[in-house]
């Protein structure tokens, strides 16, 4: 069987990742959560962790069909998430918590956001929400935990963390993100890193409960503008994460 091997440096010292311990979180997550999660991920044969880092020796799925439908993605993370709700932070007490390295983000996006207002391709909502995120980004991550009942997230539920088998099964890739969270936070990522605004309501619908959305969006909306900053200017991914920043802003009027 065709295996894929994944492997990490040490992350730089003072870095979100290594502050975060994002690498061996993953070695972790295929060491105790994979075999139990309940949703599709890649079979783990080895995860190793040392002072050279990280290696996994994962299930090759590069033959399936990157991405998947948002309905369905949208499904199996509430699956996922009713299935730990209140048990993952005692069962995984190392799982990262709400509110963990939100220093260093808000850092980050201020030291950011100056270039990104700068672009002559920012929409009308997206400038709106970054302005009012200066300087508020510990605030607004820190309204994470007033989303509901912390359970097992993926972290960085985007479609390009996913894949679909022959038979339409998903799986989930990529758990350096793993954490003890509302599980809303996931929705909220899908739909702003993924989705188009035209099928915002739908794949809501199919996630369920949903009323905490407007609560995350601030938080989700900093990694929304600074995924839009690593962007091109005018180009085709620049636009598409404009539409989304918009509908996000259009969510969250009296939120923020």
Same mark, same amino acid.
């Given at each position: 069987?065709?295996? &894929?091997?994944? =492997?990490?440096?040490?992350?730089?010292?003072?870095?979100?990742?290594?502050?975060?311990?994002?690498?061996? @979180?993953? !070695? =972790?997550?295929?060491?105790?959560?994979?075999?139990?999660?309940?949703?599709? $991920?890649?079979g783990c044969y080895s995860a190793e962790a040392g002072a050279d880092g990280t290696v996994l020796v994962l299930e090759d799925l590069s033959?399936?069909?990157?991405? /998947?439908?948002? /309905? $369905?993605?949208?499904?199996?993370?509430?699956?996922?998430?009713? =299935?730990?709700?209140?048990? /993952?932070?005692?069962?995984?007490? +190392?799982?990262?918590?709400?509110?963990?390295?939100?220093?260093?983000?808000?850092?980050?996006?201020? =030291?950011?956001?100056?270039?990104?207002?700068?672009?002559?391709?920012? *929409?009308?909502? /997206?400038r709106s929400l970054g302005e009012r995120l200066v300087g508020r980004v510990v605030e607004s991550e820190l309204r994470i935990g007033q989303a509901g009942p912390l359970t097992l997230v993926h972290g960085?539920?985007?479609?390009?963390?996913?894949?679909?088998?022959?038979?339409?099964? !998903?799986?989930?890739?990529? +758990?350096?993100? !793993?954490?003890?969270?509302?599980?809303?936070?996931?929705?909220?990522?899908?739909?702003?890193?993924?989705?188009?605004?035209?099928?915002?309501?739908? $794949?809501?619908?199919?996630?369920? @409960?949903?009323? &905490?959305? @407007?609560?995350?969006?601030?938080?989700?909306? $900093?990694?929304?503008?600074? *995924?839009?900053?690593?962007?091109?200017?005018?180009?085709?991914?620049?636009?598409?994460?404009?539409?989304?920043?918009?509908?996000?802003?259009?969510?969250?009027?009296?939120?923020?």
């Open positions: 069987m065709s295996r &894929h091997i994944k =492997r990490r440096r040490p992350a730089e010292p003072g870095s979100i990742p290594a502050v975060l311990d994002s690498f061996r @979180a993953e !070695v =972790r997550f295929y060491r105790e959560i994979a075999p139990v999660v309940g949703v599709r $991920v890649p033959a399936w069909r990157p991405g /998947a439908d948002p /309905a $369905v993605a949208a499904r199996l993370l509430c699956g996922m998430h009713r =299935r730990w709700e209140e048990s /993952a932070p005692s069962r995984w007490p +190392w799982l990262r918590p709400v509110g963990a390295a939100t220093d260093l983000v808000e850092e980050l996006f201020d =030291r950011v956001w100056p270039r990104l207002a700068s672009r002559p391709d920012l *929409s009308s909502g /997206a960085d539920a985007s479609l390009r963390n996913m894949c679909t088998g022959p038979d339409g099964e !998903v799986a989930l890739l990529d +758990w350096e993100d !793993v954490s003890a969270a509302p599980g809303i936070i996931d929705l909220a990522w899908l739909l702003l890193s993924s989705v188009e605004p035209g099928q915002w309501d739908s $794949v809501i619908a199919a996630y369920g @409960a949903a009323e &905490h959305l @407007a609560v995350v969006l601030p938080a989700i909306a $900093v990694q929304g503008l600074l *995924s839009l900053a690593d962007t091109d200017t005018g180009s085709a991914e620049a636009a598409a994460w404009n539409r989304r920043l918009d509908a996000a802003a259009d969510r969250m009027k009296d939120t923020l």
